[in-house]
């Protein structure tokens, strides 16, 4: 219930009063406060409020009293109760027409009205009505107390909230995921992805609904399509938000008739009980999240010495150590990146990257239970690494099957992020998961420097690749690599002419110069030029299977350790 200009018209002190212009807004027009105000306005008038005034200061100055009249009007009031008789006789036809113009109402009353009776009655009924609205939202208070003394579900407790407003609610967490899912359809939730990964939602701007009135202070308010979102933040020590309210409501609502006192009550009380729900369902997850993650962590580094002693502690977090399983190794190529595009949407890098990972890790966990597969999972120092169950046979083609679902799910979801994949091989036992892990993430390296960011490598698929970097950490071999390479990396850097990919396009097309020189977009005596330079500064000859390999293994041996180096500074 809500006090209305047409109300207050019903007043016996208010009998002779006459509405001068928007009598038909007369029963829509709240009015939350009422005072009486003289020139200038200034922001002496709030959003609602209904304002007495003599009109003195304007006189027989019609322009004056108009342009009072027009700050009243964008001072957002209810209505302007003008009295008659001393300093205003007629309100002007400028100021008639500029009211009408702007839907706004103006009422005459008599001079020998007293003011403080008109603000003491409507004061009267103004308190009458938020004490009634206050009893019945302290009821509400009590019943929300009782759920969670109950420990009572989300879903109850958002149904309870939605039943009290009239209106559908989302509840998330700090970085806006959604907190009890059955209540949405798929359709929602994957629409509510897409706002909270384009920082859309939550809105993390200072800027509150509306300033100046303190029932509001807290609400915050995004316009999305075809309907307008309210944001209500759940709060914990220090004012830092480990939640919030959303209330859906249709773009047709005014924000006058949704933020009734009852609603602007429910809605706090709401979030102070959900805020008690948060912390205590918070610190259950937190601590199970953390003990999962450092289970597997320590699994991948090897760290348990008997299957005994690790299986105690897979069961006490619901998993099961004696299926097969792969190792997977991810790195998120370029979040970096993609956070300076958003980053004003966003309190923190850190802050953002546990968004991204969250719905990264979802989608994950939605892919396995598409496959009936179990996973164990961790993000750890930029990489994720999972365990997948798969059959030892086919643990390949069920890894890639995998990986195929994820990408796809993700690409929907996160189009602009890039991973880069590691696949390990099975083996048995309880160290095979350390071994596995090592293998994902040398299976990583490699196909990061190999591939390029993006891609996916098996450890089945490096044997070449690791022969190389194990050639490149003799100290010998060494030696001969750079002896026989380093003029042509310092002439490449002097002079910009790349003789080693000369070379190796060369090699690529076994002595081919044709075909070479146009692979390189070169003419045919300008690639000559460069095979004799290459010739010169090696002391080798290109037409000496000796001296060719030899050219060709030191190439191959200085580019990946060269990249070995960079992928580990990554």
Known sequence: MRLTVKDVLKYKILNRAKIVTGKEYAEKRHIQWISAIEMPVENFVRKSEAVLTTGIGCGEDAETFKRFVEDVIHSDASALMVALGRYIFDIPTEVIELAEKNHFIIIEIPWEIRFSSIIESVMKEINDIEYKEREKSEKVQQELLKLILKDTGLKTISKFVEKHIGYPIAITDRSGTLQEKSIHTQAFIKEWKKYVLQGILPKRTENTLLKGDPMFQKFQMVKIENRIVFQIPVLQVADNPQGYIFVMVPISESIESFLTLFRVNVLEHAATTIALWLSRRNAIEETKMRLRSDFVHELSKGEFLSLEQADSRAKLLGYNLK???????????????????????????????????????????????????????????????????????????????????????????????????????????????????????????????????????????????????????????????????????????????????????????????????????????????????????????????????LLDLSIKIWKIGENAVMAGQD
């Open 323 to 549: 299926l097969p399983y792969v190792c997977i190794v991810g790195y998120a190529e370029n979040m970096k990146i993609l956070f300076q595009k958003r980053k004003q949407d966003y309190d923190s890098y850190e802050h953002w990257l546990e968004s991204m990972i969250h719905y990264i890790e979802e989608e994950i966990y939605y892919a396995a239970q598409s496959l009936k597969k179990d996973i164990m999972m961790t993000y750890q120092g930029e990489q994720l690494v999972i365990f997948l169950e798969t059959p030892g046979v086919k643990e390949n083609e069920n890894a890639t099957n995998f990986l195929d679902l994820v990408e796809r799910r993700l690409g929907n979801l996160l189009p602009e992020v890039v991973l880069s994949w590691g696949i390990g091989n099975a083996f048995e036992g309880i160290l095979g998961f350390g071994e596995s892990f090592r293998h994902a993430g040398i299976a990583l390296s490699i196909g990061r420097r190999k591939k390029g960011s993006g891609q996916r490598m098996m450890y089945e698929q490096t044997r070449v690749d690791r022969v190389l970097l194990n050639l490149a950490d003799n100290k010998e071999m060494k030696e001969i690599i750079m002896s026989t390479i380093e003029p042509l990396v310092q002439y490449d850097e002097q002079r910009h002419m790349d003789l080693i990919g000369t070379f190796i396009a060369y090699n690529q097309f076994h002595g081919n110069v044709s075909q070479t020189a146009r692979s390189l977009n070169l003419h045919r005596q300008s690639l000559l030029y460069r095979l004799r330079k290459i010739e010169s500064l090696t002391g080798l000859s290109l037409i000496d299977p000796d001296d060719l390999f």
